[in-house]
């Protein structure tokens, strides 16, 4: 579904068919707002890759401007490890950690305003160099604005979940309104739907979801 159709699904569950109580603006803002929280409660819209071309010498690289959470980080192909400031300044007490150099093993996510970097550790080489560090996270959501677009950035496999943003858009809206019974009914039903699709996506959207679970040394569970 699109903008348009979101916002007619939306004022059918607010009870507004003909869009007259709220406006316009006020369905398109419900619904962005909406597939942002989709995407922060599932975790289930993620890119699959983000080049990064790795600079000798140079250990910090700015992360995406809509990156929400990291997925996973390759260096050359090989996964990394994640790991804080903290850790690091904890194991190496007595050594400055930020200036040691070598084949990259672990990342450091910096997501606030002051920094928005994914850090190396060690700090690369020539022979690292190279368009080979690959991102794999989970973005923001661009917002809808023309009602042709699409939510989740037009991804096709999100479409079994659109109805999940009319309903919690649905749900905001009701907020507006005077919260008798029969609004709390409506906005507990709508968060039935909405947290129905959920689930649903953040069970569905795994890597290889049908893989047995495997144990160290081979057994499958």
Same mark, same amino acid.
């Given at each position: 579904m699109n =903008? /348009?159709? =979101?916002s007619d699904l939306a004022a059918l569950f607010v009870g507004d *068919?003909?869009?007259?109580?709220?406006? /316009?603006?006020q369905?398109?803002?419900a619904l962005n707002r909406a597939q942002e929280q989709f995407a922060f409660d599932t975790r289930s819209f993620f890119k699959d890759a983000s080049t990064i071309t790795v600079v000798d010498g140079t250990a910090a690289y700015s992360l995406p401007t809509d990156f929400l959470w990291e997925k996973k980080v390759t260096h @050359?192909? =090989?996964? =990394?490890?994640p790991i804080s400031r903290e850790t690091l300044e904890f194991y190496q007490r007595s050594d400055d950690w930020s200036d040691d150099s070598g084949t990259p093993k672990y990342f450091v996510i910096d997501p606030e305003e002051a920094r928005k970097t994914i850090t190396l550790f *060690?700090? *690369? @080489?020539?022979d690292d160099a190279g368009a080979n560090l690959i991102l794999t996270y989970y973005p923001i959501p661009t917002a809808m604005a023309s009602d042709s677009d699409e939510p989740f950035n037009s991804y096709a496999l999100m479409a079994p979940y659109h109805i999940a943003v009319a309903a919690y858009g649905a749900w905001l809206l009701t907020t507006y309104e005077t919260m008798t019974p029969e609004v709390m009914a409506k906005r507990a039903a709508l968060n039935k739907v909405y947290q129905d699709k959920a689930t649903e996506a953040a069970d569905h959207f795994k890597n290889t979801a049908s893989e047995p679970l495997r144990f160290r040394g081979g057994r499958v569970w």
């Open positions: =903008l /348009s159709q =979101l *068919p003909n869009r007259t109580r709220f406006t /316009s603006t369905y398109t803002a @050359k192909g =090989l996964r =990394l490890e *060690p700090i *690369p @080489k020539a």
